[in-house]
């Protein structure tokens, strides 16, 4: 399997901007000396540990929410397998968008103002019908993984029409979130792509979980008639959306929805998977409420920590800073460090978080020392997996000519979901039972 060269012919994108881009200057830096590289690794690990703060509150914010309405999800059966792929269909989407805009934004291809940017236009193109698809999609996997699973669920009509509605409306917030948060960033002299996947992910997550619930409360109150005839309109408006994009001369929009949709179709069945394990342990997550309260932050740090070296070695490609082969090598073992030095940091602050708010609310919560003890074991395994899975994701996709910024994000967040959820409860099994 040869390796690729980074010479300027096998870019994905532009060079053009190159010389601007703030992420040259790290590793052209790190080459003068090693206090330099020390200084720009510490640059990074401040920006990103604070977007990982942020994510981790917002997200501690989603999960204390599922927490608190879980005697709805007893109402509204399968809801409770729904609620992680949501979350991770809303992060990969917008995850996606905004790494695209980071890597455009380095190369040249897109500027400030946004509002004159014909590239622009096309990205969000892509991102309305992933935004109104996908959730179709993921209703039916939901209702297909639970059937097999023995869980009962909601009728498909009303799994269909909570999806779609909760993600228009979450749609619509991030979109504009995410524009402000890229053009903000440079304009700040911020590296997007140490933070917006972070960002953008923890406002998926805190806006996606009351909006499911409030979906799911308004279907309740709809007639069945209404509510098949809702589906079966959003059904063929979003097939006509597809046909019309792919069918398009809009070059950058038909690579997007070509590329990300089988992508998002895999990710989108993952992420069930991780919702089927919920829902077959609910019992046992609503009695150590403190375990539900840290799912949906541990799922999320655990795909933001993939996102974020993602998103640092795919502008690296594309800018020729690093290549991508079977083996790591250069300026990759240097963003694999940062990803591990900022996994010691955080994972032990969500135990701490997730303690504080447990015995704040009266929740049934876990010791501390056993709740710091489960983070950082089931974070270092998390952080793991997300540094191997990341850069193999990514090698993969360079290697058959497939833009990564399109696809890594999705298939990195999804099976992170997999494994954050599964090795938490694990741990957690293994501490309460010693």
Same mark, same amino acid.
């Given at each position: 399997?040869?390796?690729?060269?980074?010479?300027?012919?096998?870019?994905?994108?532009?060079?053009?901007?190159?010389?601007?881009?703030?992420?040259?200057?790290?590793?052209?830096?790190?080459?003068?000396?090693?206090?330099?590289?020390?200084?720009?690794?510490?640059?990074?690990?401040?920006?990103?540990?604070?977007?990982?703060?942020?994510?981790?509150?917002?997200?501690?914010?989603?999960?204390?929410?599922?927490?608190?309405?879980?005697?709805?999800?007893?109402?509204?059966?399968?809801?409770?397998?729904?609620?992680?792929?949501?979350?991770?269909?809303?992060?990969?989407?917008?995850?996606?968008?905004?790494?695209?805009?980071?890597?455009?934004?380095?190369?040249?291809?897109?500027?400030?103002?946004?509002?004159?940017?014909?590239? &622009?236009?096309?990205?969000?193109?892509?991102?309305?019908?992933?935004?109104?698809?996908?959730?179709?999609?993921?209703?039916?996997?939901?209702?297909?993984?639970?059937?097999?699973?023995?869980?009962?669920?909601?009728?498909?009509?009303?799994?269909?029409?909570?999806?779609?509605?909760?993600?228009?409306?979450?749609?619509?917030?991030?979109?504009?979130?995410?524009?402000?948060?890229?053009?903000?960033?440079?304009?700040?002299?911020?590296?997007?792509?140490?933070?917006?996947?972070?960002?953008?992910?923890?406002?998926?997550?805190?806006?996606?979980?009351?909006?499911?619930?409030?979906?799911?409360?308004?279907?309740?109150?709809?007639?069945?008639?209404?509510?098949?005839?809702?589906?079966?309109?959003?059904?063929?408006?979003?097939?006509?959306? &597809?046909?019309?994009?792919?069918?398009?001369?809009?070059?950058?929009?038909?690579?997007?929805?070509?590329?990300?949709?089988?992508?998002?179709?895999?990710?989108?069945?993952?992420?069930?998977?991780?919702?089927?394990?919920?829902?077959?342990?609910?019992?046992?997550?609503?009695?150590?409420?403190?375990?539900?309260?840290?799912?949906?932050?541990?799922?999320?740090?655990?795909?933001?920590?993939?996102?974020?070296?993602?998103?640092?070695?795919?502008?690296?490609?594309?800018?020729?800073?690093?290549?991508?082969?079977?083996?790591?090598?250069?300026?990759?073992?240097?963003?694999?460090?940062?990803?591990?030095?900022?996994?010691?940091?955080?994972?032990?602050?969500?135990?701490?978080?997730?303690?504080?708010?447990?015995?704040?609310?009266?929740?049934?919560?876990?010791?501390?020392?056993?709740?710091?003890?489960?983070?950082?074991?089931?974070?270092?395994?998390?952080?793991?997996?997300?540094?191997?899975?990341?850069?193999?994701?990514?090698?993969?996709?360079?290697?058959?000519?497939?833009?990564?910024?399109?696809?890594?994000?999705?298939?990195?967040?999804?099976?992170?979901?997999?494994?954050?959820?599964?090795?938490?409860?694990?741990?957690?099994?293994?501490?309460?039972?010693?």
């Amino acid at each position: 399997m040869a390796e690729f060269e980074t010479g300027e012919e096998l870019s994905l994108l532009s060079r053009a901007g190159a010389d601007q881009s703030l992420l040259v200057a790290m590793p052209t830096e790190a080459n003068d000396s090693f206090a330099s590289t020390l200084r720009n690794i510490s640059k990074i690990i401040k920006q990103s540990f604070f977007a990982l703060v942020i994510c981790a509150v917002a997200d501690i914010f989603a999960g204390f929410t599922i927490a608190e309405m879980s005697p709805l999800l007893a109402l509204y059966p399968g809801l409770i397998v729904l609620i992680p792929s949501s979350i991770n269909l809303r992060g990969n989407i917008f995850g996606s968008f905004g790494a695209r805009l980071g890597t455009s934004f380095h190369t040249g291809e897109i500027s400030s103002p946004l509002g004159k940017s014909e590239a &622009l236009r096309q990205q969000v193109g892509g991102v309305a019908v992933q935004t109104l698809f996908m959730p179709l999609v993921l209703a039916f996997v939901v209702k297909a993984f639970s059937i097999v699973a023995g869980l009962h669920t909601m009728g498909i009509y009303d799994l269909a029409l909570i999806a779609v509605i909760s993600s228009l409306l979450s749609g619509l917030v991030l979109l504009a979130f995410t524009l402000l948060l890229i053009d903000q960033s440079f304009k700040k002299g911020w590296d997007p792509d140490n933070i917006s996947v972070p960002l953008i992910t923890a406002a998926g997550d805190v806006i996606t979980i009351p909006l499911l619930f409030a979906s799911a409360i308004l279907v309740s109150m709809m007639s069945y008639p209404l509510a098949r005839a809702m589906t079966l309109i959003f059904i063929m408006f979003s097939i006509a959306a &597809l046909v019309y994009s792919l069918g398009s001369s809009r070059i950058i929009m038909v690579r997007i929805v070509k590329q990300s949709l089988p992508v998002l179709v895999v990710s989108t069945a993952l992420a069930t998977v991780a919702g089927i394990f919920m829902g077959m342990t609910e019992e046992m997550l609503i009695v150590f409420s403190t375990v539900l309260l840290l799912i949906p932050v541990f799922n999320a740090e655990g795909g933001n920590l993939g996102g974020i070296l993602s998103s640092r070695l795919t502008s690296a490609y594309h800018l020729g800073v690093v290549r991508m082969g079977r083996r790591p090598e250069g300026e990759t073992w240097t963003n694999f460090s940062f990803i591990l030095l900022l996994s010691i940091l955080i994972f032990p602050t969500l135990g701490l978080l997730a303690y504080i708010v447990s015995k704040a609310f009266g929740m049934d919560a876990l010791g501390f020392g056993h709740i710091i003890f489960i983070c950082i074991v089931a974070g270092l395994f998390t952080s793991l997996m997300a540094i191997f899975v990341t850069y193999y994701f990514t090698y993969f996709f360079v290697k058959i000519g497939v833009d990564p910024d399109n696809v890594t994000i999705p298939m990195i967040t999804s099976v992170m979901d997999v494994f954050g959820t599964a090795s938490l409860i694990l741990v957690t099994m293994v501490v309460v039972s010693v």
